[in-house]
């Protein structure tokens, strides 16, 4: 069964909302990563071509990079 647009701006919507009011660093970068993997997820259904050349190596290496934290808060 596939997500609905309805069902997926909601949940778009929902992890948004998680970001914005986290309350440690670790938990809003980890709710980034989770909204990426379902933007991701999301293209990958439209059976599109571009879904063959997609690399999760990154977005693995990224869920447990606490350097990036740093950065991402310090740049905004």
């Known amino acids: 069964m596939a997500f609905t647009i309805g069902l997926y701006l909601a949940l778009v919507k929902e992890v948004d909302e998680r970001i914005e009011f986290a309350e440690t660093l ?7 990563v989770f909204s990426i993997y379902i ?4 293209v990958m259904s439209l059976r599109g071509r571009e879904g063959l050349f997609l690399d999760l190596k990154g977005l693995n290496r990224y869920w447990n990079e606490r ?3 740093l950065k991402n808060n310090a740049l905004g």
């Open 39 to 42: 933007i991701v997820t999301y």
């Open 67 to 69: 350097e990036d934290i």
């Open 26 to 32: 670790e938990s809003r970068h980890k709710w980034r």
